[in-house]
């Protein structure tokens, strides 16, 4: 539905996306990844036709933005929920949008309503707290009642409850057979709603899959062993060349399976106590995969060492 | 059609170009009743005079207006969601340009008639009143001049984007700026015939002989072909302005 071929776009020296390919499947919420400053905005600006790509083109069901004939009606979006002048009432912002693409004016309490923003919709937009905001700019997404959305961050800043209520929408909106594309820096709240995953980094592609591969293949499988014969144990499986971490109470083995240490300690007769698999977290795992291409490091976590071991 | 009523809405639907408007009327005929009651009793009050207020600073505060129109819409990226309603920006800015003329043509009428108006009712026996097609230029003129002077202000508030740059490049040219240029040795006063603001002047106040008011305006065409001119001027700006936003990332 939505594609992107190599598309590139500089600014001055810094090359904020570079040659990212991607595409987004119909009828399916995609996850957007990747860390803060990875080019996720800059994309989703150039899918609206607001920023030119350097190279490249991005078109949506084949046409590019700008060919789109009232594009509110196919495409709705949400970049930034703050984007509403803030003396104008919710329901003047979204009378004019949906003005310009001849929407009926009747559509816009229709979407005040889905939002639950009926009751302030004649108060001014600078009053409203972000969640209400992001409410505003979700009723302006859904205005033209399009199959293709576009949502940049937006649980950003929200509190639980708003965030469950996005998170809720996004099914429903995958559930109503709409292309959503959602970008995020968080992969446990991408693991939630989306059920494929474009994740890039330095404006890279790093990689486009189902959730599901994405988390298997990113966290790295161990496996927890717990013996009373830990040390003779550790010897085996160090002998068939399995990595082992761990303490005098467990082991951690990893490069190996459950099947195969279980193997391993029955041909050494050795007792059992625990075999258990181990998942990786999704936030170990989206670490492991972007760890280097995150464009801003900080010194903080050497730092936050730095101390800690000073007040030893 | 339709562009138009977006805009319409975007204008109305937030306070400033109402204060704008209000200021306009505010000067334009508060000025003509301060005149009016100071003009010495033995010297009529002269229609220039009359509509000093309006042309002078009326059309400031109308520039005002117009670029808040541009301008604002920048500073809170409401400009962004226009390009995503209209991806082809020509037209949604030059829609703007149109709607915030037309209502600076309204404000420019009812202010100078409102100010002929009210120094008619003060100075009833000094003949003021729209009795030659010169008086018809100073007093519907108005509307014109302000409508030009708001395409203008929305083409600098397109290429400046900025409300306070904006708004002080507009201010400094229109009352300081133009006049300096005279006091350039030689060129400047060849300059000064055909700057826009001078060019207006020319329209509004026609031929000079008037005694009191503003000093008559120095260029060599006729009203109507100075009329022409400033709105070639506007036109202009706003062409350049539309290339530049169609290029520029929102």
């Given at each position: 539905m939505i594609e992107?071929?190599?598309?590139?776009?500089?600014?001055?020296?810094?090359?904020?996306?570079?040659?990212?390919?991607?595409s987004v499947a119909a009828g399916q919420v995609t996850?957007?990844?990747?860390?803060?400053?990875?080019?996720?905005?800059?994309?989703m600006?150039?899918i609206l036709g607001?920023?030119?790509?350097?190279?490249?083109?991005v078109t949506i069901g084949g046409k590019k933005y700008?060919d789109l004939k009232e594009p509110l009606r196919t495409v709705g979006a949400l970049?930034?929920?703050?984007?509403?002048?803030?003396?104008?009432?919710?329901?003047?912002?979204?009378?004019?949008?949906?003005?310009?693409n001849?929407i009926?004016?009747?559509r816009?309490?229709e979407v005040?309503?889905t939002?639950?923003?009926?009751?302030?919709?004649?108060?001014?937009?600078?009053?409203?707290?972000?969640?209400?905001?992001?409410?505003?700019?979700i009723a302006a997404a859904l205005l033209g009642d399009p199959e293709v959305l576009l949502f940049?961050?937006?649980?950003?800043?929200?509190?639980?409850?708003?965030?469950?209520?996005?998170?809720?929408f996004m099914h429903r909106l995958a559930e109503e057979g709409r292309t959503v594309f959602v970008?995020?820096?968080?992969?446990?709240?991408?693991?939630?709603?989306?059920s494929n995953?474009?994740?890039?980094?330095?404006?890279?592609?790093?990689?486009?899959?189902?959730?599901?591969?994405?988390?298997?293949?990113?966290?790295?499988?161990?496996?927890?062993?717990?013996?009373?014969?830990?040390?003779?144990?550790?010897?085996?499986?160090?002998?068939?060349?399995?990595?082992?971490?761990?303490?005098?109470?467990?082991?951690?083995?990893?490069?190996?399976?459950?099947?195969?240490?279980?193997?391993?300690?029955?041909?050494?007769?050795?007792?059992?106590?625990?075999?258990?698999?181990?998942?990786?977290?999704?936030?170990?795992?989206?670490?492991?995969?972007?760890?280097?291409?995150?464009?801003?490091?900080?010194?903080?976590?050497?730092?936050?060492?730095?101390?800690?071991?000073?007040?030893? | 059609?339709?562009?138009?009523?977006?805009?319409?809405?975007?204008?109305?639907?937030?306070?400033?170009?109402?204060?704008?408007?209000?200021?306009?009327?505010?000067?334009?005929?508060?000025?003509?009743?301060?005149?009016?009651?100071?003009?010495?009793?033995?010297?009529?009050?002269?229609?220039?005079?009359?509509?000093?207020?309006?042309?002078?600073?009326?059309?400031?505060?109308?520039?005002?207006?117009?670029?808040?129109?541009?301008?604002?819409?920048?500073?809170?990226?409401?400009?962004?969601?226009?390009?995503q309603a209209?991806p082809?920006?020509?037209?949604?800015?030059?829609?703007?340009?149109?709607?915030?003329?037309?209502?600076?043509?309204?404000?420019?009428?009812?202010?100078?008639?409102?100010?002929?108006?009210?120094?008619?009712?003060?100075?009833?026996?000094?003949?003021?009143?729209?009795?030659?097609?010169?008086?018809?230029?100073?007093?519907?003129?108005?509307?014109?001049?302000?409508?030009?002077?708001?395409?203008?202000?929305?083409?600098?508030?397109?290429?400046?984007?900025?409300?306070?740059?904006?708004?002080?490049?507009?201010?400094?040219?229109?009352?300081?700026?133009?006049?300096?240029?005279?006091?350039?040795?030689?060129?400047?006063?060849?300059?000064?015939?055909?700057?826009?603001?001078?060019?207006?002047?020319?329209?509004?106040?026609?031929?000079?002989?008037?005694?009191?008011?503003?000093?008559?305006?120095?260029?060599?065409?006729?009203?109507?072909?100075?009329?022409?001119?400033?709105?070639?001027?506007?036109?202009?700006?706003?062409?350049?302005?539309?290339?530049?936003?169609?290029?520029?990332?929102?």
């Amino acid at each position: 539905m939505i594609e992107a071929i190599s598309l590139t776009k500089r600014y001055g020296k810094t090359l904020a996306v570079n040659n990212l390919s991607f595409s987004v499947a119909a009828g399916q919420v995609t996850g957007f990844l990747g860390p803060n400053g990875a080019g996720k905005s800059t994309t989703m600006r150039m899918i609206l036709g607001l920023d030119n790509p350097t190279g490249g083109q991005v078109t949506i069901g084949g046409k590019k933005y700008h060919d789109l004939k009232e594009p509110l009606r196919t495409v709705g979006a949400l970049l930034d929920a703050k984007w509403v002048h803030p003396n104008r009432s919710a329901r003047a912002h979204l009378q004019w949008m949906a003005k310009s693409n001849r929407i009926p004016t009747t559509r816009v309490d229709e979407v005040l309503d889905t939002v639950g923003l009926t009751s302030v919709a004649g108060k001014r937009a600078g009053g409203f707290s972000l969640g209400m905001s992001q409410r505003l700019g979700i009723a302006a997404a859904l205005l033209g009642d399009p199959e293709v959305l576009l949502f940049d961050e937006p649980v950003n800043g929200l509190d639980p409850e708003g965030i469950l209520w996005i998170r809720k929408f996004m099914h429903r909106l995958a559930e109503e057979g709409r292309t959503v594309f959602v970008s995020s820096h968080l992969l446990s709240e991408m693991a939630l709603t989306a059920s494929n995953l474009v994740v890039i980094g330095r404006g890279q592609l790093i990689s486009q899959s189902s959730t599901e591969d994405f988390v298997s293949r990113a966290a790295e499988n161990t496996v927890k062993v717990r013996s009373p014969q830990l040390a003779e144990l550790r010897d085996a499986l160090q002998r068939a060349s399995a990595g082992v971490t761990g303490d005098d109470k467990a082991l951690v083995v990893s490069g190996m399976d459950s099947d195969k240490i279980g193997e391993i300690a029955a041909a050494n007769r050795i007792v059992l106590h625990e075999l258990s698999p181990q998942t990786g977290s999704l936030e170990q795992a989206f670490m492991q995969i972007t760890g280097d291409s995150v464009e801003y490091h900080t010194g903080l976590d050497a730092e936050a060492q730095h101390v800690l071991e000073s007040a030893k | 059609m339709n562009l138009l009523a977006v805009e319409r809405i975007k204008l109305f639907s937030t306070r400033s170009p109402w204060w704008c408007a209000l200021i306009t009327l505010a000067l334009a005929i508060g000025f003509a009743a301060i005149i009016a009651g100071a003009t010495p009793a033995d010297s009529p009050l002269t229609m220039p005079a009359t509509l000093y207020g309006g042309t002078k600073f009326g059309v400031a505060v109308i520039m005002v207006l117009a670029a808040l129109a541009v301008t604002t819409e920048y500073r809170f990226n409401t400009i962004r969601t226009t390009f995503q309603a209209v991806p082809h920006r020509s037209p949604a800015l030059i829609a703007k340009a149109v709607l915030v003329a037309l209502v600076a043509l309204v404000i420019g009428e009812i202010a100078a008639f409102g100010a002929l108006g009210l120094g008619m009712l003060m100075r009833p026996n000094d003949g003021l009143g729209l009795h030659t097609t010169q008086d018809w230029l100073n007093v519907a003129g108005l509307g014109p001049v302000f409508a030009i002077c708001a395409v203008l202000a929305v083409a600098l508030g397109i290429l400046v984007r900025h409300s306070a740059g904006a708004i002080a490049l507009l201010l400094i040219y229109n009352l300081a700026v133009e006049d300096l240029v005279q006091l350039i040795p030689k060129i400047g006063a060849h300059i000064h015939q055909w700057l826009p603001f001078n060019v207006a002047n020319k329209f509004l106040s026609g031929s000079p002989g008037a005694v009191d008011g503003p000093p008559s305006s120095d260029s060599p065409l006729s009203p109507g072909w100075a009329l022409a001119y400033f709105a070639g001027v506007a036109i202009v700006f706003l062409l350049v302005a539309l290339g530049v936003a169609k290029k520029r990332d929102a």
